[in-house]
């Protein structure tokens, strides 16, 4: 069975930095790209940045110049780390990962981390 397992969400400040972790685990043959989503209340789940096995990157525009995505392929892990942040930027984070397990090619989602940004 595998899981994403996300950490560091958290409450800050306007212009503060956090650093999310998701660890993906279980019967893992390779993961193709792992990316981070954010849903805010009344609102559709939008992509906020993805990263594909070769280390090729995708923000939202929104992002840009503030968040960095990067991972770690030996640790199955991927990292986002958010700087200058905005209230705007307030949502729940998903982390997904499309991945090749024992079975097939899936794509799974973590279970979610608040950030609050407070201005």
């Known amino acids: 069975q595998v899981q994403l397992v996300e950490s560091g969400g958290g409450s800050v400040q306007a212009g503060g930095s956090l650093r999310l972790s998701c660890a993906a685990s279980?019967?893992?043959?390779?993961?193709?790209?792992m990316g981070w989503y954010r849903q805010a209340p009344g609102n559709e789940r939008e992509l906020v940045a993805a990263?594909?096995?070769?280390?090729?990157?995708n923000y939202a525009d929104s992002v840009k110049g503030r968040f960095t995505i990067s991972r770690v392929n030996a640790k199955n892990t991927v990292y986002l780390q958010m700087n200058s942040l905005k209230p705007e930027d307030t949502a729940v984070y998903y982390c997904?990962?499309?991945?090749?397990?024992?079975?097939?090619?899936?794509?799974?989602w973590g279970q979610g981390t608040q950030v609050t940004v407070s201005s």
């Open positions: 990263i594909t096995g070769g280390g090729t990157t």
């Open positions: 997904n990962a499309d991945l090749v397990t024992h079975r097939a090619r899936e794509h799974y």
């Open positions: 279980g019967i893992i043959v390779s993961i193709n790209a």
